[in-house]
């Protein structure tokens, strides 16, 4: 029986040389992957594996812990309630359900990133101090 060929990606992923750090780092040192790997297919343009968070992302860093967003951010009919808590958790309620979605942000610039506690992830953005676009809605801050 002949063993089927994966196609190059897959089998890097296959032999988990996607996610390996990088030579003579210390794997218990580090929290996030850091790999790049040229991948090409005969007849096919060469393409880059980008891990998440590699260190070779310019426009991606560190989180800003001591950001100026912490705190309540509503919609306009107060449906939706999103609470940045200061320790990088959030707490959004929705209509009479509070906590509907729960989990962990972190905000580089003015971008904020989420993952919830379920693995939903989402994206928003500060546009001024008290704005911020989240899933297709405006949310402004309550002071």
């Known amino acids: 029986m002949t063993r089927p060929i994966l196609p ?8 988990g040389s996607l996610l390996a750090p ?13 790999t790049t790997q040229s991948i090409s297919t005969p007849g096919m343009p060469a393409q880059t594996a980008h891990a998440p968070g590699a260190a070779g992302d310019a426009a991606r860093t560190g989180p800003d812990t001591d950001h100026p967003y912490v705190g309540l951010w509503v919609t306009a009919d107060r449906y ?8 990088g958790r959030y707490d959004e309620a929705r209509g009479a359900r509070q906590s509907a979605y729960r ?3 972190e905000v580089r610039g003015t971008q904020i ?29 309550v002071k």
Not at 9 to 14: P, R, Y
Not at 80 to 87: D, G, K
């Open 8 to 15: 190059p990606l897959l089998a890097a992923c296959a032999a």
């Open 22 to 34: 990088p030579t003579g780092a210390n794997p218990a040192m580090s929290t996030q992957s850091t």
């Open 80 to 87: 939706v309630r999103h609470e940045l808590l200061p320790n």
């Open 103 to 105: 989990g962990r942000y």
């Open 113 to 141: 990133d989420y993952w919830d506690d379920t693995g939903f992830t989402a994206d928003g953005v500060f546009v001024d101090a008290d704005t911020l676009h989240h899933g297709g809605m405006v949310l402004r801050r």
